[in-house]
């Protein structure tokens, strides 16, 4: 009977022994398991990384496009309105041209008819008439020196004016051209006292004009050749000067057409106060103890 319980208990010990041997060899197995296991999390950790590496990359990349795109956006705006401003300023160059053209045509004709008056001005004087003789007798009887004709003052003072004028209006002319042609160094300032000085002229010599360039902030640029050439660039109409020889302040009335043919030439006024050479038949006292006689 206790043989019996040995085998029994031998029996279940083996039992109990294979059973422990399969717990073991599952228990490592499932070390391996696990092993494996920790292996694969570790990648999926560097892998997890690297995404969000990667991620932050992109997400960096995304905002460095984005505020490219935007400053191209911006550099596109400003060139769309620099773009408006230039086709702007040349509708305004090319409307400024055109006035000027107008005004340099309405310069060309004043100066015509300036020098039509200039020249009627000029003409000798040989038509008028003779000065009285009235006066300058009974001025030489007086005693005192007869004054000049003042007829030529307004005549000297209109054509030292017009004078004046035609001067300013070739300067201006002179400030146009170089202006036109593309002078370096010519900007707002020069075409604004351009504007000023062509004013200037014409409301001194010809009359108030409209001025084309008063409201205009720019007028002309580096590139005014290109759009219009200069059409006095090969002949200038105002080279020559009809006057240059001529002294517009010269008195016309400076020589005396009557010199030979002065009837009182031999006389001056000094002459009629000096003692008398000859016996005067009224100066003698009739009570005196001589009396002469008059003269028969």
């Not at 580096?222 to 000067?241: G, I």
């Not at 002459?271 to 016996?279: G, V």
Request: aromatic content about 6%; charged content about 30%; proline content about 7%.
């Amino acid at each position: 009977e206790l043989q019996n319980d040995l085998d029994r208990e031998t029996s279940s010990l083996q039992e109990l022994e294979a059973q422990k041997q399969d717990a073991q060899d599952r228990l490592d197995e499932m070390d391996q398991q696990k092993a494996k296991l920790r292996d694969m999390l570790s990648d999926v950790r560097q892998k997890c990384q690297d995404e969000t590496q990667m991620i932050s990359s992109l997400k960096t990349q995304i905002q460095s496009q984005e505020s490219d795109l935007k400053s191209q956006e911006d550099d596109l705006n400003r060139a769309k309105s620099e773009l408006n401003r230039l086709q702007q300023e040349e509708t305004q160059l090319e409307q400024s041209i055109q006035a000027g053209k107008v005004q340099l045509e309405t310069i060309i004709k004043s100066l015509k008819s300036t020098q039509e008056e200039i020249s009627q001005l000029k003409r000798p004087h040989s038509e008028e008439a003779p000065p009285s003789q009235e006066p300058r007798s009974s001025l030489a009887c007086s005693g005192e020196k007869a004054p000049r004709p003042a007829a030529g003052c307004p005549a000297r003072s209109k054509l030292s004016q017009l004078h004046e004028s035609r001067q300013e209006a070739q300067r201006s002319l002179e400030q146009y051209d170089e202006t036109l042609a593309g002078a370096p160094g010519v900007g707002l300032t020069a075409l604004a006292e351009l504007s000023a000085g062509v004013s200037l002229t014409e409301r001194g010599g010809f009359g108030a004009m409209d001025d084309p360039f008063k409201n205009k902030a720019l007028l002309f640029s580096n590139n005014a050749q290109e759009l219009h050439p200069d059409p006095f660039q090969a002949e200038d109409p105002f080279k020559s000067d009809p006057f240059k020889g001529a002294d517009p302040f010269k008195d016309p009335f400076g020589g005396d057409p009557f010199k030979e043919s002065d009837p009182f030439r031999g006389s001056t006024p000094d002459d009629f106060f000096k003692k008398q050479t000859k016996s005067d038949p009224f100066t003698s006292d009739p009570f005196t103890k001589n009396p002469s006689l008059p003269s028969k």
